[in-house]
């Protein structure tokens, strides 16, 4: 069974940082993409980035451009969101997907998703 776990989020200030993982288990993670997609309060849920083998990392969401950064460590099987300068509106439900070789910004595409895991930015 697959199973992707999202954690690392939490309550952080406006210009602070967290680092999200996202472990899977059940699935060799190496040949695969990771998405990292985001649901804000009130709005529906949107790509944020991707990695692949092929296409290394793809930025989605123009407002996380040069403040959100994704790796992966295949040896453990975990793939991470480092987030910096954190503001206001970034303020969402994080979740992880997988589940093919390539990235992209449809949730479709993606066959196994984590529960999310909150991020709150306030002062």
């Known amino acids: 069974q697959v199973q992707l776990v999202e954690s690392g989020g939490g309550l952080v200030q406006p210009g602070g940082s967290l680092r999200l993982s996202c472990t899977v288990s059940g699935l060799q993670l190496d040949p695969y993409s990771i998405g990292w997609f985001r649901r804000a309060p009130g709005k529906e849920r949107e790509a944020v980035l991707c990695i692949s083998n092929s296409e290394g990392s793809v930025v989605y969401a123009d407002s996380v451009n040069g403040r959100f950064t994704i790796s992966r460590d295949n040896a453990k099987n975990t793939v991470y969101l480092e987030m910096d300068s954190l503001k206001l509106e970034d303020t969402a439900v994080y979740y992880c997907?997988?589940?093919?070789?390539?990235?992209?910004?449809?949730?479709?595409?993606?066959?196994?998703w984590g529960r999310g895991t909150p991020v709150t930015v306030s002062s």
């Open positions: 997907a997988t589940g093919w070789a390539y990235c992209s910004s449809y949730e479709n595409m993606y066959t196994y």
